[in-house]
């Protein structure tokens, strides 16, 4: 193999191998499977309950702030 041919060559692979790459990109995603929409859900309702439980705490936080600061008042 002289030299024109290893560099034919080396072109040739770069061109398919940028050619593979844009038929991938352009290619339609694949459908989602019914457990992936089921566990994104999950995911949005755990958390809208982890946000709950936040809120709970940060109030009973101020309720007990609040209870303090009435008894250093007496």
Known sequence: MNQYEFVLAIILIVTLGSAMRTYLKRRPPE??????????EEVVMLRDRIAVLERITVEKENSLEREIEKLRDR
Request: glycine share 0%.
């Open 31 to 40: 459908p989602a499977e019914p457990e992936n929409d089921r566990l994104r």
